[in-house]
């Protein structure tokens, strides 16, 4: 039963008034093509204009390789002339090292030199006061010697005696 009752209301809606297609269609065909004829060609430049921005992606990609390219000789150029200037540095500084040794070694030389000198006038000079030293202590012995001989013998007179 229920199934009739949608059939009825089925049927009922197909007897609704189909309305009819307007008078110029005819017209608006022509219209449509044209319409469609815009619409290609929107369609048209929008395809040109999406090649044309995946060339200049393109372009913009092979700018950035070629700035790529520069930075990096660039840096290249800058490491090269940095390993020759601390070449050039380490060069000279070598050569000032050995020369620094070669004065200090002169220097040594020319001290140890003066060194030695100082060492042998000052040992000359000890073994002179020495010797005088001994030949005065040693004459002082012989005059002392004497003095207690010549008072041990009678013949010469203490200090003492003379006060």
Not at 9 to 33: I, L, N, Y
Not at 45 to 55: D, I, L, V
């Amino acid at each position: 039963m229920v199934q009739v009752q949608q059939v009825e209301k089925t049927s009922s809606r197909s007897k609704e008034k189909v309305p009819e297609p307007p008078a110029r269609f005819p017209e608006q065909v022509g219209e449509s093509q044209q319409v469609g004829n815009q619409l290609a060609e929107l369609l048209s430049r929008a395809e040109n204009a999406y090649q044309q921005y995946r060339q200049a992606q393109q372009e913009v990609a092979l700018g950035y390789k070629k700035h790529e390219r520069q930075m990096e000789e660039l840096f290249k150029d800058a490491e090269k002339r940095a390993n020759e200037a601390y070449e050039k540095l380490l060069a000279r500084a070598i050569t000032t090292r050995e020369r620094a040794k070669q004065e200090a070694e002169e220097a040594f030389r020319v001290a140890q030199a003066k060194a030695d000198e100082a060492f042998q006038r000052t040992a000359q000079d000890a073994m002179r006061d020495r010797r005088e030293v001994l030949q005065s202590a040693w004459q002082k012995y012989v005059e002392g010697r004497e003095h207690a001989w010549g008072v041990f013998q009678g013949e010469r007179r203490t200090d003492k005696e003379t006060d």
